[in-house]
C-alpha cells in the first residue's frame, strides 16, 4: 500500500490550544485502518501493564529486595506519565510519522535491554524509559483523528481507544502465559520484537504530518500548565482516576504473589486464567457511557465507588481471613470471591474512568489532545503510587497490607468525589 498524502496543520498557539488535523486526500480513515490503529495501541499498552503479573519471579530472579518489587510495575507507568508530558508535545513540534517511528523503535530497544538485564537497577532502567516512550500511543489517537471526517473524527478516537482498554485487559493474562511457558525473559523479548515490527509497519502506512509551530518547546510544557491550572474539570477529573488508578494497581501488583502461594497455589498459567476471569468487569464500559450521556454521572459515580470499596473488603476476607473467613479451609471459595472482587474493582475502575473521560473531552475541543495527555499523565502517577505502595505493603503486612493500601485508595475517591460539590457541575455536561 502506498503511503497517504501529506497531512498539514495550521500553526500552533503559544497557550492552551492544539493545531487543528485535517485529512488530506488520500489519507482516509477506513475501518481496517481503524482496526489496525486499535491493534496497534493494543500492542504498545501491554509495555505498561504486563509487568504487574511478573513482580515475583523478576524480582526474585534480579535479586530485588522485597519492599522494591513494586517498582518493578511501578516505573512503566511513572515512565508513561513522563512521556505524556515530554514526549507527546513533540507532535506538534515535528513531522509526525518520523517521531511515531523513532519513539516506537526505542521503546523495542528498551524492552529488549530488559530481557537480557542481569543488573536489577538496568531492568529498572529500561522498563521506565520503555513507559515513557509508550506514549507512543497518545500520538497515534490525534493521527488516527486527522484522518477520519470532521461528522466522525470522535467515534473515530473512541474506537481507536478500544484498543487501549482491550490490550490493558489482556496484557497480565499474556505475559503469565508466556512467563510461565518459556519465562520472563521471553516475553519482554517478544514485546521487543513486536513493537520493532510495528514501528516499520506505521512507518510504511502513516500519512506524513509538518505541524507549522509557531511556539517552541519550552512554551509548549508551559501551555500544560496553564491548563492544569485553569481547568477545574481536568483537576478534579484526573484526581479521582489516579486515586481509582492506584486502588487498581495495588490489588494487580501483589495478587500475583497471593496467588502463587498456599493455600492457592497458582502457576503462571492458573494466574493468567485469573486475571481474564477478572478483566471480565470491563463489560460495564457501555453502560458507564451511556448512564453518563443520560444525566446521572454523579449517582453512576457513587454506585462504582461504593462497588470498588466492596470489592476490597471481599478481598480481604477471601486473602487476608478479615472478618474470620477461613481462607485455608475452603480455598475454592476464597478464589472464587477473589475473582469476583477482582471483577467488581474492574468494574468501578472503569465507569470512573469512562466518566471521567466523558468530561475532560467536552470541556474545551482546542485543547483535547493536551487535555487527554494530562489526565491520562496524572492518573498514571496515581497507578504508579499505588504500585510502589503495594510492594512496600506486601513486605510489610502480606495481603492484609495490600488490601489496606488499596482500600485507603477507594475511600479517598469516593469521600473526594461525594463532597466536591463542584463535580455536580460535570453531570450537567
Not at 489517537?141 to 484498543?163: L, T, Y
Not at 478483566?279 to 448512564?291: D, F
Not at 476464597?334 to 474492574?346: C, E, P, S, T
Request: charged share 10%.
Amino acid at each position: 500500500m502506498n503511503r497517504p498524502a501529506d497531512t498539514t496543520a495550521r500553526p500552533l498557539s503559544p497557550l492552551p490550544s492544539t493545531p487543528a488535523l485535517s485529512a488530506a486526500p488520500g489519507a482516509v480513515l477506513t475501518a481496517p485502518l481503524t482496526l489496525f490503529f486499535a491493534a496497534a495501541v493494543g500492542v504498545i499498552v501491554v509495555n505498561l501493564s504486563a509487568a504487574q503479573p511478573l513482580t515475583g519471579p523478576v524480582s526474585r530472579a534480579l535479586n530485588l529486595p522485597p519492599e522494591l518489587a513494586g517498582l518493578i510495575a511501578m516505573l512503566p507507568q511513572l515512565g508513561y506519565a513522563a512521556g505524556l508530558l515530554l514526549l507527546v508535545p513533540l507532535c506538534d513540534l515535528v513531522e509526525n510519522r518520523k517521531l511515531i517511528f523513532r519513539t516506537l523503535m526505542c521503546c523495542a530497544v528498551f524492552l529488549g535491554v530488559a530481557a537480557f538485564a542481569r543488573s536489577g537497577w538496568l531492568f529498572l532502567a529500561s522498563v521506565s524509559l520503555a513507559g515513557a516512550t509508550s506514549s507512543v500511543i497518545q500520538m497515534l489517537v490525534p493521527m488516527a483523528a486527522s484522518m477520519a471526517p470532521e461528522h466522525r473524527r470522535g467515534r473515530a478516537v473512541g474506537n481507536v481507544m478500544s484498543g487501549l482498554m482491550i490490550g490493558i485487559l489482556l496484557s497480565r493474562p499474556l505475559a503469565s502465559v508466556i512467563a510461565g511457558s518459556f519465562g520472563w525473559r521471553a516475553f519482554f523479548g517478544i514485546e521487543a520484537c513486536a513493537d520493532a515490527l510495528l514501528a516499520v509497519v506505521l512507518y510504511s502506512q502513516l500519512p506524513t504530518h509538518r505541524p507549522l509551530a509557531t511556539a517552541r518547546y519550552p512554551a509548549l510544557l508551559r501551555s500544560l500548565w496553564t491548563l492544569l491550572r485553569t481547568e477545574p474539570v481536568l483537576q478534579r477529573r484526573a484526581t479521582l482516576a489516579a486515586l481509582g488508578l492506584g486502588a487498581f494497581s495495588a490489588f494487580w501488583t501483589a495478587i500475583a504473589l497471593l496467588l502463587a502461594e498456599p493455600p492457592f497455589s497458582l502457576g503462571m498459567h492458573g494466574i493468567a486464567a485469573f486475571a481474564l476471569a477478572g478483566a471480565s468487569g470491563a463489560i460495564v464500559t457501555p453502560l458507564a457511557g451511556y448512564l453518563g450521556d443520560r444525566g446521572v454521572q454523579r449517582t453512576t459515580q457513587l454506585i462504582a465507588h461504593l462497588l470498588m470499596i466492596a470489592a476490597v473488603l471481599v478481598m480481604g476476607a477471601a486473602g487476608a481471613g478479615w472478618g474470620g473467613f477461613p481462607v485455608t479451609t475452603h480455598p475454592g471459595l476464597a478464589l472464587a470471591l477473589l475473582v469476583a472482587g477482582a471483577a467488581a474493582l474492574d468494574a468501578g475502575l472503569i465507569t470512573d474512568q469512562t466518566l471521567g473521560r466523558r468530561a475532560i473531552n467536552l470541556i474545551n475541543p482546542a485543547a483535547r489532545g493536551r487535555l487527554n495527555a494530562l489526565f491520562v499523565g496524572i492518573f498514571f502517577i496515581g497507578g504508579a503510587m499505588g504500585a510502589l505502595l503495594s510492594g512496600a505493603a506486601w513486605a510489610w503486612a502480606r495481603w492484609s497490607g495490600v488490601c489496606s493500601v488499596t482500600l485507603a485508595f477507594t475511600i479517598a475517591a469516593l469521600l473526594f468525589g461525594f463532597f466536591d460539590r463542584s463535580t455536580r457541575s460535570d453531570s450537567s455536561r
